[in-house]
């Protein structure tokens, strides 16, 4: 596609419950990012993907993160029993590769736990 | 590990005036460096990078920045500002090809008329 798309733009859920965020790069773009983004504050690194594999997922809080890239193209973030502090904008990104040509992000996911 | 600190949480200009945001990383190993901007309701977008060679990079609608290693530096300065510049601009720093990025906390730069 033109730009990076991520779904949904908006998400409610209860504590508790289980979301996927999804996210659809640049195509021939083989590297994939995620960011988080708390109100006031820059993006914080989760996760990143070279092809299929996480090349990187230091940034993953704790085990109730995963994120998958079966097919090297479209990526889903998976939150289990979601906490009212998982609220903020998820943030997608994607690059031709992991040299530093900079990302082209999408617009986000603004994920809000009530 | 690198960090990346924009002094200015926020710079309010009028129109027409120069404006400098600014940035200082730590890191130690050799960075590449980036500004992003995001305007209202808007995505981040890459506003101009540092990778190697000449310190000072141009960047998209008149922005430029000033790499300075003695410094730990790398300052976001525009001659004339216009009202839609007005966007929080963030600073970030990638370390070598570890492919992510620390970013700063961002500065929304108000441009007044």
């Known amino acids: 596609g033109a730009g990076v798309s991520q779904t949904p733009s908006n998400k409610v859920t209860e504590k508790g419950k289980y979301v996927e965020l999804r996210c659809d790069p640049i195509?021939?773009?083989?590297?994939l990012y995620w960011y988080r983004q708390s109100l006031g504050q820059g993006p914080e690194f989760l996760i990143y993907?070279?092809?299929?594999?996480?090349?990187?997922d230091s940034g993953l809080p704790n085990d109730r993160f995963f994120a998958v890239r079966p097919e090297g193209s479209v990526s889903t973030l998976k939150i289990q029993r979601t906490e009212r502090g998982d609220s903020a904008v998820y943030l997608c990104?994607?690059?031709?590769?992991?040299?530093?040509?900079?990302?082209?992000f999408g617009s986000g996911t603004r994920l809000t736990v009530v | 590990a690198q960090s990346v600190t924009q002094l200015d949480s926020q710079v309010p200009v009028f129109e027409e005036a120069p404006v400098e945001l600014r940035c200082n990383y730590s890191?130690?190993?050799?960075?590449?460096l980036f500004w992003y901007v995001q305007y209202p309701n808007q995505g981040l977008q890459l506003l101009l990078k540092?990778?190697?060679?000449?310190?000072l990079v141009k960047g998209i609608n008149g922005f430029e920045a000033e790499f300075n290693k003695s410094q730990t530096s790398f300052h976001l300065r525009k001659p004339s500002v216009h009202i839609s510049d007005t966007a929080e601009y963030f600073c970030?720093?990638?370390?070598?090809?570890?492919?992510?990025?620390?970013f700063g906390d961002g500065t929304t730069l108000t441009v007044k008329p």
């Open positions: 195509s021939g773009h083989t590297a």
């Open positions: 993907f070279q092809g299929t594999g996480a090349a990187d």
């Open positions: 970030a720093v990638s370390a070598g090809n570890a492919g992510k990025s620390t």
């Open positions: 890191s130690s190993v050799s960075v590449y």
């Open positions: 990104a994607s690059s031709q590769s992991t040299e530093p040509y900079g990302y082209t």
């Open positions: 540092y990778l190697s060679g000449s310190t």
